[in-house]
């Protein structure tokens, strides 16, 4: 009875390993505004607009 569960779980091990895995969503770093609006970014991240339209620091790749 104990190899059967062994079995069955190493099967279920086996499948959750194989199971499709979801893309990592992108993280960006909200912009300062100065007093005329102009936004700018911290070191190591550069101005970008998302898709929606957003205007974000992205990571700089290296």
Avoid at 17 to 38: R, W
């Amino acid at each position: 009875m104990k190899l059967k569960f062994v079995a069955v779980g190493a099967f279920a091990l086996v499948l959750a390993a194989c199971s499709q895995q979801e893309e990592p969503a992108p993280v960006f770093i909200t912009p300062e505004y100065d007093k005329f609006g102009t936004p700018s970014c911290p070191a190591g991240t550069e101005l970008a607009t998302t898709e929606a339209g957003q205007t974000v620091c992205n990571p700089v790749s290296q």
